[in-house]
């Protein structure tokens, strides 16, 4: 039966595979496949420039250790922590996980804790840090401790299997996520507490995120849904620690940090237990007394100097050039992904500003995928957690470049926020909300166009 998605196989030749678009990453797109497609500097980064990206590197591969140390340099661990080194969320500065079935970490996972705003005092808290951490836990458990200490808490997760049929009779079954945190260390949580748990995002092409221009956000986010097209994207307003003002956000799942300093640096923090001068204080709660009681790294423990080679490193990932663009069926899920309306928030065709301070990364034509805005995903990806603008229904729209390399970079295809999609059509039919629409449109598939869906999603 001809659909007018049979027109977009009628037509999908007419629209040739430009070169720019083959290059997700504009200039800075890197040709080189394999487990490591993620960890190569840009490749318009000049050789004067990649010993600084090294650099940057080492600080983000290294484990940190327990002070006091006589490595000095990277001592000051914790004492409350979910790793001992970015990479090993980030694994090749790939994507995270959910914990496995003989995991006894998450690792590679995090959950974020806070409590509802109630009190005038409360709310204004929310409204300068976007959120109240839950009491005895604070904003994030920390599943690792140092040794003869306590951890938080253990991060355990189980599934209910949902069916759902495509109109061909095609069935999938998803998986539903149930969290459970164990063996508290610290008492009882606050009995309104709000979870998030998250899985670490693929690092590349964060750079070129930074650098485009509020306006080109601004110009895409239509929160009152003016033109009725059903998707009414907004921009997350956080806090900036360093300019001490509010500035739109870009990174993580709800778009909660504003810049790649300061998300490194909250990171180091929260993940590590380590202090900076964005973040002088230990993450602990007055509950927690022993970051006060054992030995730290200095003050702070992460310096300057530091926080700005990783800072460079994490802008100049390269994004990996698309694959297979000539393949008619990937051609083929192109134009299918347009037809239904996925690139409504998957954005292509973007341009970062001009940047003198980080020229590789300046005036790219880039195609993320991604419109880096809020949307209302519906209740089934809800994790009913508000974040600074953002509901218990929004999230940021991921960038999708790079995510046919996802296998052989991180060894899975674990997607969404909490990793519960086990493939790409899972994470398709998980969308609802803004994207229900398009999901139904997916739905309504045969055979073949979802196989050409998935191989464009692949090409990327």
């Not at 040794?147 to 949902?162: F, L, R």
């Not at 995903?377 to 929004?394: F, I, S, T, V, Y």
Request: charged content about 20%; proline content about 7%.
């Amino acid at each position: 039966m001809r659909s007018f998605f049979t027109v977009a196989l009628l037509t999908l030749f007419a629209h040739p595979v430009y070169a720019d678009e083959v290059k997700s990453g504009g200039k800075t797109s890197t040709t080189k496949a394999g487990p490591n497609a993620y960890s190569l500097p840009a490749a318009n980064l000049p050789m004067s420039k990649r010993l600084d990206f090294s650099v940057g590197n080492s600080f983000f591969r290294n484990p940190w250790v327990p002070a006091p140390s006589s490595t000095d340099a990277r001592d000051g661990l914790g004492p409350l922590f979910n790793t001992n080194g970015c990479q090993n969320c980030h694994i090749k500065d790939g994507r995270g996980h959910p914990p496995e079935k003989n995991d006894t970490h998450a690792v590679s996972m995090l959950v974020r804790l806070s409590i509802p705003a109630v009190t005038d005092e409360q709310k204004a808290i929310y409204a300068k840090e976007g959120g109240i951490p839950e009491p005895v836990y604070g904003g994030q458990l920390q599943d690792f401790a140092l040794p003869d200490q306590k951890a938080e808490g253990q991060i355990h997760i189980t599934y209910q299997e949902i069916a759902v049929a495509f109109t061909d009779g095609h069935q999938v079954m998803l998986r539903k996520p149930n969290l459970k945190i164990t063996e508290l260390g610290y008492g009882d949580m606050h009995p309104d507490t709000q979870f998030s748990a998250r899985v670490a995002p693929p690092m590349i092409g964060l750079g070129l995120l930074e650098s485009i221009a509020d306006a080109s956000l601004l110009a895409m986010a239509d929160p009152e849904d003016s033109d009725g097209d059903g998707i009414s994207g907004k921009v997350n307003r956080v806090w900036d620690v360093e300019k001490k003002d509010f500035a739109i956000g870009r990174f993580g799942w709800k778009a909660g940090q504003p810049s790649l300093m300061q998300q490194n640096a909250a990171a180091f923090n929260g993940d590590l237990g380590l202090t900076s001068r964005l973040f002088p204080k230990e993450n602990c709660t007055e509950k927690q007394t022993l970051c006060q009681t054992l030995p730290n790294g200095g003050d702070p423990e992460v310096s300057d100097n530091i926080l700005d080679f990783v800072e460079f490193y994490s802008q100049h990932l390269a994004v990996p050039v698309r694959r297979n663009v000539d393949d008619p069926q990937v051609k083929l899920g192109q134009s299918l992904f347009k037809q239904v309306g996925c690139e409504s928030c998957h954005r292509t065709n973007l341009k970062t500003v001009k940047r003198t301070d980080r020229p590789a990364l300046s005036e790219q034509e880039i195609h993320p995928y991604s419109d880096l805005l809020l949307h209302d995903m519906g209740e089934g990806l809800a994790d009913n957690r508000p974040e600074a603008l953002a509901n218990g229904q929004e999230w940021r729209t991921p960038p999708l470049w790079g995510i046919g390399y996802t296998q052989e970079v991180s060894g899975h295809t674990y997607f969404l926020h909490d990793g519960r999609a086990r493939n790409l059509m899972e994470a398709v039919l998980w969308h609802g909300g803004e994207a229900q629409g398009a999901k139904e449109k997916v739905r309504q598939f045969n055979a073949s166009e979802r196989n050409a869906l998935i191989a464009f999603l692949n090409s990327l």
